[in-house]
């Protein structure tokens, strides 16, 4: 069955502090996502890549890195967390073969910044 | 600005009665268009999808009815449970925007007992 795991699941954070968030998958999809989730804005994508070695950016980049060291896992970094980056952030999969992609989501991580 | 828009942001309905969620969008590009469904502490799961060339899609009590003239399109769930009780996301994607997925800001049902 497909699989992102996503870790931690919960993380207090502070201000000015660095937070990486890990996402693993065992699905060997090529393209790989991260979201965050707000009330009244649903899932707006930060980072995304679709393979090894690859980083793009999505909508919201700003204040985010991203790192795809390999197949399965891709990682969000924030070098200097802030505040406005308290929220639920979403890792996904899916396959690059298909045209019209099913994502393949983890169960999220909470993220408060204090 | 969103691409995609959803309404209501909550619904509350009674067991048995029909939920009509509704999404609506601005960019002629997109093609297909996916409906997540997603429970409190969990991710969002694929739950019905269309294609632009179709106008109406089922699956068992859920519905997705489309209309490409207007960029309107709407889920309707028949016989509602209240296993349905969750939040739905309308999301779009294109060819040219190499299909990555754009989410609307999603409806939370709560269907009553």
């Known amino acids: 069955e497909a699989a992102v795991t996503q870790s931690p699941r919960n993380k207090v954070a502070v201000t000015g502090g660095k937070v990486t968030l890990s996402c693993n998958q065992t699905?060997?999809?090529?393209?790989m996502y991260w979201y965050r989730q707000d009330t009244g804005h649903g899932l707006r994508l930060i980072h995304y890549?679709?393979?090894?070695?690859?980083?793009e950016k999505g909508d919201i980049p700003d204040g985010y890195k991203a790192s795809r060291p390999s197949q399965e896992n891709f990682s969000l970094i924030l070098e200097l967390a802030t505040p406005s980056q308290t929220s639920v952030y979403f890792c996904?999969?899916?396959?690059?073969?298909?045209?019209?992609?099913?994502?393949?989501f983890g169960h999220g991580t909470k993220l408060s910044v204090l | 600005q969103q691409q995609v828009r959803q309404s209501p942001q909550s619904l509350t309905v009674w067991e048995g009665e029909t939920a009509i969620l509704n999404c609506s969008y601005e960019n002629s590009a997109f093609d297909y268009f996916p409906w997540y469904q997603q429970f409190p502490g969990e991710g969002p799961a694929l739950l019905i999808s269309?294609?632009?060339?179709?106008d109406k899609k089922e699956d068992g009590r859920f519905t997705i009815f489309f209309n490409k003239r207007e960029k309107k399109l709407s889920l309707h769930i028949a016989d509602s449970q209240p296993g349905d009780s969750a939040t739905y996301f309308c999301?779009?994607?294109?060819?040219?925007?190499?299909?990555?997925?754009?989410f609307g800001s999603g409806t939370r049902l709560l269907v009553s007992p």
């Open positions: 269309i294609l632009s060339v179709s």
């Open positions: 996904a999969s899916g396959d690059a073969r298909e045209a019209n992609e099913r994502l393949f």
């Open positions: 999301a779009a994607s294109a060819k040219a925007g190499g299909y990555k997925v754009v």
């Open positions: 699905n060997n999809h090529n393209n």
């Open positions: 890549s679709y393979g090894a070695g690859s980083t």
